[in-house]
């Protein structure tokens, strides 16, 4: 029986999904179009000690007292494998966990990597993206590379790379204003906001157009068009968030501190925009030229626990087998 360790980055959406039109698939309510980073690694190995009992899940140095969310893409996995024995799971992240950094689909994507390799099941892409998104429904768009669309018509799922990380390298600063993990996980949250925010039809009804502008912005590259957009569908997450039963409101002072510091330089000219998901971490998207400049800006910005600067990158991929 052989042992296998896989790595995954996580990515961060630019036009979000935010609801799940089917709870036991775990299926989102709406296309996504996401950056997939080359920083900030999640690592999963797979192995089959000889005296294990059980599948055993063991997430940054401590052993987990039930498989939880990754339990439906172990079930899928475990189904299809002529391999019986109990497996080890050990996973780690190099950065703070359920903090709204996307350590879910990094997780995810490295797990499902490692087992379809350590159970031999040789899934093929497809089918690596459906059991991805058993575990978490971003976590499809951190087994592909650069720009990756998540493309979801009503239960059908398509994920593919659809500007290379290198066809238009990008940097992306984060900036953690937290590293608590968030109260109120995405999954609850999209539940909540689904039943009772008055506005939660209208996001998904209008998400198509942006997913849409958002892809010619990528084609042509268009950086202006791209931020423009993304900021607007960031905002427009928030405000169905904002406007739930009990508010969902994720940010913190530090984070309306670096959006308002985002606004000030794009008003000097300078290429810059932000995007934040369910947790109060500000991610920052520029140009190299002016990552430099934006990293000084930020770095003076107090009330931040850290900064992360990343380039985009690759998909999930075994490193040890
Ligand atoms: C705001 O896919 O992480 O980041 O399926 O419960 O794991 P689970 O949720 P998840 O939610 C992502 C929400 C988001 C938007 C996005 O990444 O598109």
Redesign the pocket.
Known sequence: MKSSTAIAHPNF?LI???GKSNISG?IPAMS?L?ITLNTMTSETTVSFPNNLEQDTWILNGVEQTSLG?IQSPCDYLKKISLINQPYLIESTNNFPTAAGLAS??SGIASLVTALDSALETKLSSQQMVEVAILG???AARSLFSGFVHLEVIEDNLKCATILEADEWPLNVIVCVTSTNRKTI???QGMEISKTTSPIYKDWVNNHQEDIKLAIQAIEAKNFHQLGKIAEQNCLK?HKVMKTSQPPIDYWNPATYACVKNVKDMQKKGIPVFFTI??GPQVKIICEPDVSKDVMSVMENLPGLKSIIKSNLGRGARIIHE
Do not use: L, P
């Open positions: 959406a979000k999904y935010w775990n996504s996401a969310q879910s689909a978490s429904g971003s996980s995405s999954r997450m998901d369910a």
